[in-house]
């Protein structure tokens, strides 16, 4: 994840602060939460499953909260912190870094543009601002839209009428339609014998070059990581996509599709209406999804899959014939 620039960081913490553990003896200051592939040495992180072994053998975080079974895959250099529960934990702390993440708050520092800031830049009726933003030239907002705070739009994007972008950094000539909500949290939380715990959503949007984004999509910030479009990637009408997934180059996403949280789906993948895609998954390049399809496990590059449960297409077919 690259540094964060839309939510305030109340650290560095000292680590007994932020965990009760008598086997810590040095109580070093963190000044971060990352994930397993970004955390330096002064960095706390977090290591929950087995899928991530590679990462966790990589990391260079200083500290990582994991669990029993797992903390063997890290490395010497960092300090192991075991728990029960891995996310239970990581939410309590995070929530001490980034007090504001776990809600939405509306930004009401947004305010009709100066046009003499955003030379070349056209603007719809009832366009709304925020403080720090940055478009390029020959972009345009279309009537009541909303880029809050930070949010950066590169050269020729065309913005619909109708849109929130917030928490989100988008390259040249990328299009969203009318309707769009980007940036937004995600759908995180821990639940608890009496109530909800809300997980902080601390990353952001990133939507390369040359992408489009069709009416009415949703497309959620990432939590510890970022939420990734790729270039020259077109989303159809009503697309979901989740925290922390992410969308390589050229692929094609009809209507309805739904992302759940931090699957990575490869360079031109063809998906096609209401299909559901399930979370922590590696989808491969060149893969075709049909359309109702429901993928529950990994798919390998240059595979055609079909049906719920997702099978080989071939298999889905002469399953289908004996019905």
């Not at 109708?162 to 909500?181: A, E, T």
Request: overall charge positive; hydrophobic content about 35%; proline content about 3%.
């Amino acid at each position: 994840m690259a540094d964060n620039n839309f939510f305030k960081n109340k650290g560095p913490f000292n680590i007994k602060d932020l965990i009760k553990d008598s086997s810590i003896k040095n109580n070093i200051k963190i000044k971060d939460i990352k994930k397993l592939s970004a955390a330096n040495i002064s960095d706390l992180s977090f290591y929950d499953s087995i899928r991530y072994k590679k990462e966790a053998i990589l990391t260079k975080a200083g500290f990582c909260i994991t669990t029993a079974k797992l903390k063997d895959h890290l490395p010497k250099s960092c300090v192991k912190i075991v728990v029960k529960n891995v996310l239970f934990n990581l939410a309590v702390i995070t929530k001490k870094f980034y007090p504001n993440a776990d809600i939405d708050y509306p930004d009401l520092s947004v305010k009709k543009p100066n046009k003499s800031k955003f030379p070349g830049v056209k603007f719809g009726n009832n366009v709304l601002v925020g403080k720090n933003v940055r478009i390029g030239k020959n972009s345009i907002i279309g009537s009541n839209s909303i880029v809050e705070q930070s949010v950066s739009i590169g050269k020729n994007c065309v913005i619909g009428s109708h849109v929130i972008i917030k928490n989100s950094i988008l390259g040249d000539n990328v299009v969203i339609q009318d309707g769009c909500k980007i940036g937004l949290k995600g759908f995180g939380f821990i639940p608890l014998k009496n109530e909800n715990l809300k997980f902080a959503h601390i990353g952001k949007v990133i939507i390369k070059k040359n992408v489009e984004i069709a009416s009415s999509c949703t497309i959620d910030r990432g939590s510890i990581d970022d939420t990734i479009i790729g270039e020259n990637s077109y989303l159809d009408n009503q697309v979901h996509i989740a925290h922390n997934v992410k969308i390589g180059k050229n692929c094609m996403i009809a209507g309805q599709v739904g992302f759940a949280g931090s699957s990575t789906i490869g360079d031109n993948v063809s998906i096609g209406g209401q299909a559901g895609i399930s979370g922590h998954l590696n989808i491969g390049n060149n893969v075709k999804i049909g359309g109702g399809s429901g993928v529950v496990k990994d798919i390998e590059d240059n595979s055609v899959v079909m049906g719920y449960p997702a099978v080989p297409f071939k298999n889905f077919i002469k399953n289908w014939k004996k019905k």
